[in-house]
């Protein structure tokens, strides 16, 4: 069998990249006074290539390149979709809602690109250094995109508590690979998987362990490591928290998953505990935190945060069902949460005149479209039938389940409908005219543009395509649960997966 060329490996991100330094290199050469709007379409013309790419990478059989530092498989194109697909609907948006005269704009988009470079390469990464350095990659970006607004308090305070906070996560993620590297003398995911059962130290095994997960679970926004999440939410556009919120959590799940399932599997009866731990802890606290916010970014935030618990639910989960869920989880949570952020968007606008939920009462008679797309993505995210958030739900709890963790299950079925009260609070506000008020009276109802319109309607197709015909997406989420279990390394050439070792 002829050997995959290395760089067919790594083609989404080297496409991403490419696109990335073509919106800089034209943002440089235009004049001062022209617009830069066009700049996101070339993003968006580069997201879909690299969309594309990875789909293609399906007919290349699973490996690793690069002296075993990036793999291909399943799961890893699994996740480059997701990604690609987020970054897709998130451009699109930002194309019709940043405003002309928005300063640095082609670097706006040259930032989404970037930072999806470092999203995608952090999902197949197999080798730890590799992983520090794509998580980097992202998360720079998004400190930037974070503080975009710089007139007003608000964003540069995000970037700065983002940007700190970010960093100490980043530190104990690399003491906890110190550790390990100290205890098995690798980096090599794979290679960890088989000496960390037989390290003489194995206290730092688990001490490395530990640390990389508080790391992760700080990019998660999970309880208790969510400080971050609300003044983020709320300093930064609403176009880039529908890209913050969705596309670094999936690749830090993917992470995660990657940790706990592929690098430490013999250690299930200790890290599975914790993770349940903090799944009961993000549930419970943000659904009580988000029924006291009146902002609705804020509620969001802290909407956020229990998601990540009913997500984390699923790693209770042994094996391919556990890593399935998951994986369906997040990319439910992702078509759903992007579309109310695209909603919220056109509602409040670029400077958020509108960020309450009492600002929403009437919308759907202001803009029944919007209105009634906001009302849907709400039933979604409660977990309502003939949506993605209930089979998100469903398969996640029944993961639990299937593991005899049939209290995580009950603790998520209770916190779901805790979480229903303020979703359908902000849905019956929308719902309801402002007493004494017509039609006419209130404000006057956003216009929605065809970048935009395009991002709504991705949004909502993933949506009810998650809800009605999950089939084919959680046949290729099993898919990459396979190609996550077990360890392709075996005695041969170091580095090499077992289809690609020399005949004997």
């Known amino acids: 069998m002829n050997p995959v060329p290395d760089i067919f490996r790594i083609l989404p991100e080297l496409i991403l990249t490419l696109t990335g330094v073509a919106v ?22 580069g997201t879909t290539l690299a969309l594309w790419a990875s789909l293609w990478q399906l007919s290349l059989p ?24 987020i970054v897709l609907v998130a451009l699109l948006l930002s194309l019709d809602t ?16 970037f930072g999806a470079v470092g999203m995608c390469l952090l999902t197949g990464a197999v080798e730890l250094l590799v992983v520090f350095i794509a998580l980097e990659i992202s998360s720079i970006s998004t400190y930037i995109l974070a503080g975009y607004r710089k007139n007003t308090g608000r964003g540069p305070e995000a970037a700065i508590k983002y940007f700190l906070l970010g960093s100490f996560a980043t530190a104990f993620l690399l003491y906890g ?22 390290a003489q130290n194995h206290a730092f095994v688990l001490a490395g362990m530990a640390l990389m997960l508080v790391g992760i679970l700080f990019k998660v926004s999970a309880a208790p490591f969510h400080v971050w999440t609300p003044d983020v939410y709320e300093g930064a556009p609403s176009p880039v928290v529908a890209l913050l919120s969705t596309a670094p959590k999936a690749a830090a799940f993917a992470l995660l998953m990657r940790v706990v399932y592929e690098m430490f599997p013999t250690l299930h009866g200790l890290w599975s505990p914790l993770l349940w731990i903090v799944a009961v802890l993000s549930m419970t606290v943000g659904n009580l935190a988000a029924l006291r916010q009146e902002n609705v970014k804020r509620m969001l935030a802290y909407s956020s945060i229990a998601h990540a618990g009913y997500l984390l639910a699923a790693f209770a989960g042994l094996g391919t069902s556990g890593i399935a869920a998951a994986s369906f989880y997040a990319a ?6 992007v579309g109310i952020f695209a909603v919220i968007t056109l509602v409040s606008g670029y400077d958020e005149k509108l960020p309450m939920i009492e600002d929403f009462r009437g919308l759907i008679y202001r803009s029944p479209l919007l209105g009634g797309l906001l009302i849907f993505f709400l039933a979604s995210l409660v977990g309502i039938p003939f949506t993605g958030g209930f089979f998100g739900k469903f398969y996640s709890f029944s993961a639990a389940v299937d593991s005899g963790a049939v209290a995580l299950a009950i603790i998520g ?69 396979h ?17 690609q070792q020399p005949n004997p």
């Open 62 to 85: 699973q490996g690793t390149a690069f002296f075993a530092t990036v793999e291909t498989s399943a799961f890893t194109i699994f996740f480059h979709v997701l990604i690609c697909g």
């Open 413 to 481: 079925l209770l916190n779901s409908g805790l979480a229903a009260a303020y979703y359908l609070r902000l849905a019956l506000v929308a719902a309801q005219r402002t007493p004494g008020k017509s039609g006419e009276e209130m404000a006057p109802a956003p216009q929605v543009g065809v970048a935009v319109g395009a991002a709504l309607f991705f949004a909502v197709a993933a949506t009810l395509i998650l809800g009605i015909v999950p089939g084919a997406v959680l046949r290729a989420a099993e898919a990459g649960a």
């Open 177 to 198: 690979v110190a550790l390990i590297f100290g205890a098995t003398g690798t980096t090599q995911i794979y290679e960890i998987a088989h000496l960390a059962p037989s």
């Open 483 to 499: 190609t996550l279990q077990a360890p392709p390394v075996q005695s041969g050439v170091p580095g090499l997966s077992v289809a």
């Open 24 to 45: 800089m290199f034209i943002d440089a050469s235009l004049p001062s006074g022209w617009p830069r709007r066009p700049l996101g379409w070339v993003a968006a013309i």
């Open 98 to 113: 940043l405003p002309e005269d928005s300063h640095h704009q082609g670097e706006f988009y040259a930032l989404v690109v």
């Open 332 to 337: 439910a949570y992702a078509a759903m949460n």
